[in-house]
């Protein structure tokens, strides 16, 4: 059962404008307001940037305000609380009416990065939604349980649906789970005492991360821009990457293996930085998957709710996906699992859609020429290999740069390929820090990795730990921001496009865009210097502009916040809400707010975005939070957890050499 | 690599401890022709201590110049080639300092002051070699948190 929310702007025929629809699958809370992060976006001065709020509990669906400025009005009712809003009655939201009804199932599909997904081959043409599968609200399950910020366990065993009781819980079923549960495993953790929970179909841990990286144009044996000693297999990180591809290159007779050594002999000062395949990246991930017994550990859920215990541990309330359940029954899908160590890794809650560009898609559901880079959009590249044609890439980055090489690739098949690059400003300088300033070439700044190297363990490290937070902000807005690897090759690609003609930048806001004779037509806004009306007119648009870190938008998270009252860091930025970011963690990646007696939840990759440490989200970044919480465990005494000293740890490198389990 | 200064000089201890000071002994034992006991007194058995313990410290010494060298790279990393093209350096810079007798100056470790560069420069050879592989990655076997500290030894301390 999904609901469909429709609404008209009061007044508005007159000019034209038609009414809006979208069906909404799922429980919600599905957001309301003006700022492009809602899942209903209505754009009006009179609607608030966080309007309202519906939660959809079988066949009853309520909407509360969100403290908007303007309020909600339910049947003419001004509203306080959450209200419940039927079919018959109209809710009006500043000049907009919105009418409810129900239908049997969702048309169009959202394409969210968190939730399980088969659809890479999915068309591309579908709702401009890149938004995750909000999750179950809390009136349906854990229902009332979970109004406790303790839930008394007592409860909690009388409902009958405790799956299990474990010291060790990642909640997500991802990379930064794995880089915990591989340390845990090593440290002396036996599997039987560990459990993932991840709402994938797909139970290996890269499958979100490898799904993002084939729609944005990384097949198997394209570098990716990660490091030789960012081996998530391995936690020392010794044997590398580099060494590993130079052993197999040699043993086949070819010579060229060396390079891979020499390159991370003289990079990044003297030769381009070595960078792994993904196709080895991911058969790593296997290996060692099958040697700590991954899937043993991991069950299928999306977890919906945290609460405390009062015995000093944490209850996790998940839901089962009915692909997974024995059968359909609430007892069966709804279940709770116990535990006194927990680690969040849920990941990014959405890849980000420029507002005009979903606009556009919400005006032309038909139109497939607009595309997101993180969607599956292989289409859009055969189309232009058969017909040619003239591509906008909005954004600049390591994404971007990927599109415009696999648009390289394809003019090698049909030179009528054009590519027009819009970016915001130019970008002349690289910025500057310490002694030191980034390389900028091509209108982006350029370095190895998304940070500056020795943010995963040297001088930056140490300076960041120690920072204040207003410090913090300001050095991570200094070393990170939007830059892309520094590769000769994708230069040249540009060098080249330019130089022949079939590539031009334009730096500027977007105006308007419009639909003229089957193409796309984005009007850039006029500026003081430059009023003419320069049009950019192109068959197919791709967003560039990567993934969104605001975590709140995972509703396991906001809800953990609001509930425990977590602190957040803060960004560089304007607007003290548009600088909220990651939970504020310790430098163990510990969450203090959560802390229950002897119970401690830690947290890892984007999570974190803007805390203690620069680069969270990294192979390496994500095997340093493990280390540092693992550590912590140690410290604490946790049961099996070794204090890890070197005998013990030859002794583990020894058997993961000889491909034995821990 | 990605040092701090701390981490500079507790790799560079290390390094010596279990690395440059057994290879020393077996080279000493060596040049003065296995015998047993070691000759503890004379210049051939003790020298190439010396010349070691001289590069020891003078790199604890240089350590705080390559800090600084850092901070003009983005990256503020210390590439693996810059390592061991300084390494080589101190080597020279050590052995020239005794070849001409200006230690002799400071204090008068070498009374005859003259070892044969051949000798000093396997000597050297061998805990180049061995130290290079060990920070290339032998040491991260059996010290996991080394490569997150900069260099530093022991673990993070929990805040």
Known sequence: M?????????????????????????????HLGRSSSNTLVLEHPQVSRAHAEVTVDGRTVRISDRGSQNGTFVGGQRISGPTVWSPDTQVGIGPFLLSLRFVEAAAPRPIPIAAATRDDRAPVAGP??????????RSAFPGRLFDQRIVPMADLRATGRIAGEYNYVAVGGGCGSFCWVDHLRIFGVPASDIRVIGVADDKRPYAKWGRLCRNSQIP???????????????????????????????????????????????????????????????????????????????????????????????????RVPSSQAPDQSSDQRERFIVARYIQLATGYPASNFLPDLQDFRHAHPDSNAVVN???????????????????????????????IQRIWEAREKNKDIRLLHLVRSPVKKGQKYDLARRDARNDVEQQPFNWPKSAWGGTLRVRLERASPEERARLLANWGGTTTADREDWNQIIEQGTREGWYKIFYGNVAAMTEKAGKIVTRLESTAEYQENVDLVADYIVDCTGLIAKIDETPLLADLIKTYDLARNRAAGQGAELRLSGIAVNTAFEIPGLQNGRGHVWAAGVVTANGPYAAVDSFLGLQYAALRSVDHLGALRAPSVSRFGPLKSAREWVKWCLGRAP | MIPTLLGRWHTRLLLYVFIGLPVTFLYAMYLSAWQWPPPFTQSVFYYPFLFITLILVLGLVLDVLYIQIQRFNWDQDWPFAYQAFFMVLEFFIVFYLMDYGILDYVYPLFPDGYIPFSTAAWHFGFVFVLSFLAILGIFQIFLVRWRFKGGELGRHPIR
């Not at chain 1, 469909?4 to 599905?30: C, M, V, Y």
């Not at chain 1, 401009?128 to 609200?137: M, Y």
């Open chain 1, 220 to 318: 198997d044996h394209e570098r990716i821009r990660s490091n030789s000693i960012s081996v998530p297999d391995n936690i020392w990180g010794f044997p590398g990457y580099a060494s590993r591809e130079m052993v197999r290159d040699l043993l086949q007779g070819r010579l060229v293996g060396f390079k891979h050594v020499i390159q991370v002999f003289g990079e990044p000062a003297l030769t381009e930085s070595y960078t792994p395949r993904i196709g080895d990246v991911y058969r790593s991930f296997d290996v060692e998957a099958e040697r700590i017994g991954w899937n043993d550990m991991f069950l299928h859920g999306q977890v919906v709710g945290l609460r405390k215990t009062d015995d000093e541990r944490f209850v996790v309330a998940y």
């Open chain 1, 128 to 137: 401009p939604i890149v938004r995750p599968a909000a999750a179950p609200a």
């Open chain 1, 2 to 30: 999904a609901i469909e929310i429709s609404w008209q702007e009061q007044g508005a025929s007159a000019t034209g404008s038609d009414g809006q629809r979208r069906i909404l699958d799922g429980n919600g809370p599905f």
């Open chain 1, 373 to 403: 880079a993180y969607e599956p959009h292989d289409e859009v590249y055969r189309a232009l290999e058969q017909k040619g044609g003239t591509v906008l890439i909005r954004g600049r980055g390591i994404v971007a740069s990927r599109v």
